[in-house]
């Protein structure tokens, strides 16, 4: 019967996944029914990745609060109210005001999803293998996220946010069924500090980006909006740290986290947007060409679990952050020369090591967390994905402007090449620290 709850959890996962990737093809086509241009419609994305990044740590105080499987419920039917304002939005404040509520509804989501896995599954191989499964879904939402936009956007744009309502209506009654009993609330305390501050300090960030791009970086509202980011950001870090960031493991899966977001994870935005802008493919025919990608996503992280009951799962990582370093590389040096030879090459090079790093990041970040922390440590990891995400997609959007597809792909490269650098020393430090203890032990031994 576990394999019901655990079925209802890796839909919703999908879905969130989805949503964040599903809009990447359909931006031209929202940018010219609601006449937005690259910088704004940049925000179609942005606007679900910020919330999503501010309120995860709420979230996860929420799930413990309230009780993970009531959250759960509240959580989907608000992203499917919100669907429904974006399939409807008749102009871009409309729609980015839709996206927010859905970014929102994903922060409470996420937390609560982590924290059903912790309670419904327990620590060992059932945790592992649930994981595996969940996280081998999620990876696969996003990539097939592109893939369903192409398709969708074919008739409208306005199907990649109508199709979530029968998700989240399933999704909603699993929950009434399976889940509602699981994680019981506990008195813990709710903060709502340290959520504002980060989603003020990250949509500054954003902003003063985008400004930065579109006015210069002398302008005054440029610098006023990263100064109001840098010092919202310095508060925010000079108050008490997330319960947890501590254990090492989290830390390592925290930047890991940020630095899938930062490389893999944002390659659809400029694979999509140099498909469409520069080679002239249609909507349905960008959505094909990630097919390949989305396939290999699959396999990676259907390979992830065997891979790190042989190699370790920190291992396992840093070896799929330095295959996601080859596959981006290519597509900077050789994208230019078509699709067979130049695109689809680093596309499933890149598309295997998407499924591996996405799938491992949590196993190596939840390893060592209590199983009664796991709704805010899954919070955590997940803040630092979306986080990075939006501020990723910022970054990305001024070598965009000017056509400089290559340098896109060599900044999400050198992500996924500082990725492999973190989790290989963090598999050094930890042999080390066994080392040590394993040595202690044999000197005081009798």
Not at 305 to 310: F, I, Y
Not at 331 to 348: I, M, N, S, T
Request: proline share 4%; hydrophobic share 55%.
């Amino acid at each position: 019967m576990a394999s019901m709850p655990l079925a209802v959890l890796s839909v919703a996962q999908f879905l969130l996944a989805l949503d964040y990737s599903i809009v990447y093809v359909a931006l031209p086509g929202i940018a010219r029914d609601l006449r937005l241009d690259l910088s704004a419609a940049q925000w179609v994305v942005s606007a679900y990745a910020v919330p999503f990044a501010g309120f995860l740590l709420l979230g996860g105080r929420l799930a413990d609060r309230v009780g993970a499987g009531r959250l759960f419920l509240a959580a989907t039917v608000l992203f499917g109210t919100a669907s429904a304002a974006g399939g409807v939005a008749g102009g871009g404040a409309t729609l980015l005001a839709a996206r927010g509520a859905q970014g929102l509804a994903a922060a409470l989501l996420q937390p609560a999803i982590l924290g059903l896995i912790g309670a419904r599954f327990p620590a060992g191989p059932a945790r592992t293998r649930a994981l595996s499964v969940w996280g081998a879904v999620g990876a696969c939402g996003l990539a097939a996220g592109v893939v369903l936009g192409g398709v969708l956007t074919r008739y409208s744009w306005r199907w990649t946010f109508l199709v979530n309502i029968p998700v989240t209506a399933a999704c909603a009654a699993g929950a009434a069924v399976w889940l509602l009993s699981a994680a019981r609330a506990r008195p813990e305390p709710v903060h709502l500090a340290a959520p504002l501050l980060g989603t003020g300090a990250v949509l500054a960030a954003v902003l003063g980006l985008t400004f930065g791009g579109a006015r210069g970086w002398a302008d005054p509202v440029t610098a006023g909006t990263l100064a109001a980011a840098a010092a919202l950001g310095a508060v925010l870090l000079a108050r008490r740290r997330p319960a947890g960031s501590a254990i090492p493991s989290l830390r390592t899966g925290t930047a890991a986290a940020a630095l899938y977001m930062a490389s893999v994870g944002s390659e659809f935005y400029v694979v999509t947007l140099m498909l469409q802008d520069r080679d002239g493919y249609s909507p349905l025919r960008a959505g094909l060409a990630f097919l390949p990608l989305a396939a290999l996503v699959t396999v990676g992280s259907s390979l992830t679990g065997r891979l790190v009951r042989r190699l370790g799962a920190a291992r396992t990582l840093g070896g799929g952050f330095a295959l996601a370093a080859l596959g981006l590389a290519w597509l900077a040096v050789a994208a230019g020369r078509g699709y067979a030879a130049g695109v689809l090459p680093g596309l499933l090079v890149s598309g295997l090591a998407h499924g591996i790093v996405y799938t491992s990041m949590f196993n190596v970040g939840g390893r060592d967390v209590p199983a009664e922390r796991q709704s805010s440590a899954g919070a955590l990891l997940t803040t630092s994905q979306y986080l990075a995400g939006a501020v990723a997609i910022a970054v990305l959007t001024l070598p965009l402007h000017e056509g400089a597809y290559s340098t896109a792909f060599w900044l999400t490269t050198a992500a996924a090449a500082i990725g492999a650098v973190v989790a290989l020393n963090h598999k050094a430090r930890t042999a080390v620290i066994t080392e040590r203890k394993c040595s202690t032990e044999h000197k005081y031994s009798p």
